[in-house]
């Protein structure tokens, strides 16, 4: 047999421990706008475990995090709304003729974003302030890594402003590879469930694989 | 990008916190009997979630143990060595005819196995003693359902003794839809580590389902 708790049984048959038997997919979970999952491990501190209603959920933390950057920035942008972090040491920047115009071309979208970047003479370039939630962020990574991003011949059907807030969220985002407190992985959760796209990240990969109780039945034979 | 971590950054890129990284895969696991495993969790009463060295197992807890008892109890038959549990206030059952027919055709062999049942008069038995691995098992849904497996005429390549016990195992097994704590989840995946054969419950089903991180990198489209 599949060893199922028979309630019908005269006498409890309780083998390791005496405890109250809680009915199959009736734990309590924490819910989160209204669904119900509960984060119970990062794994390889990479992927974040969670427990849903139906089964196994298994996140990418990078690519949940991402999303959430992704849609805050646009939404930002969209209300004309950036929190800037002003700087109390402004970040120069010393870049080659050729990305000096690349940041001179994107520098109004840029602004809008929540960066303030002045050609300070030459080819060097003074950040005053950038948007709060990239506070973080290696700025002088972002930029090389946003040149190469708008000079490469890919994705043609991508605009530079979309592929902008894409590489901004990306580099801001949390890592493949670092660890998470508990508190941390539930407020990610939490964030990546207010998504309006939740199931990719901005370039279009998986945030989530799913193993469902259905398919862990099928898969143990207990169907 | 898929946001690995990169340490030949100037700066290192934290968003959430700060914390030492440690690489992919090199977390600090328990090892169990040469293998490194460790349960983070138990999921509707009935799955045991792992974290392996090659990624995520998800282990059916009534299946495992099943594989636990009915190894144990072969080995204390080869050993004619069963550590028997003297029941204080002997226990009665009454049986059919046919049932107790089918108790006298096997009494040897359950004697073997650490049971002392003796006829009392008509057709009622009393049990004096049984293994004590067995001690906390419903022995009158036990006989039950050994009858009726035994007078089944499913799985007649497998021999009665070897039915026997299986079916203690089996309703001796942890049930899917109990309710462990973190030390009797270690202390199952601990003993189910010890088998000889892991992969399957005594009859033939899976006892784990594993989600490798190879898995998980194509199906987040990471390779």
New interface residues.
């Given amino acids: 047999?599949?060893?199922?708790?028979?309630f019908s049984?005269?006498?409890a048959?309780?083998?390791?421990?005496a405890?109250?038997?809680?009915?199959?997919?009736e734990?309590r979970l924490e819910t989160f706008n209204d669904l119900e999952i509960e984060p119970?491990?990062q794994?390889?501190?990479?992927?974040i475990?969670a427990?849903a209603e139906d089964g196994?959920w298994?996140i990418?933390q990078?690519?949940a995090?991402?999303r959430v950057l992704y849609e805050r920035t646009k939404k930002a942008l969209i209300n004309n709304a950036p929190v800037k972090q002003p700087l109390l040491v402004p970040q120069e920047f010393e870049f080659s003729l050729k990305e000096k115009t690349l940041i001179e071309e994107h520098r109004a979208f840029l602004e809008q974003l929540g960066f303030e970047i002045e050609l300070f003479g030459g080819n060097t370039f003074v950040m005053h302030a950038l948007p709060a939630q990239f506070a973080?962020?290696?700025m002088?990574?972002l930029f090389r890594?946003l040149f190469e991003e708008l000079e490469s011949g890919e994705e043609r059907s991508v605009s530079p402003q979309e592929k902008i807030i894409r590489m901004i969220a990306?580099?801001?985002?949390?890592?493949?590879?670092?660890?998470?407190?508990v508190s941390?992985q539930k407020q990610?959760l939490k964030d990546w469930f207010k998504s309006s796209e939740r199931l990719t990240c901005p370039h279009g990969?998986?945030v989530m694989?799913q193993?469902t109780?259905e398919e862990?039945e099928r898969?143990?034979?207990?169907t």
Same sequence: chains 1, 2.
């Fill in positions: 047999t599949t060893g199922r708790l028979d049984s005269p006498k048959e309780i083998f390791m421990s405890r109250v038997q809680k009915p199959l997919h734990q119970i491990a794994v390889a501190d990479s992927y475990i427990r196994i298994i990418d990078h690519a995090h991402e973080e962020v290696d002088a990574l890594s990306c580099k801001a985002a949390v890592k493949f590879g670092q660890s998470l407190s941390e990610l990969r998986p694989v193993v109780f862990l898969r143990f034979k207990r």
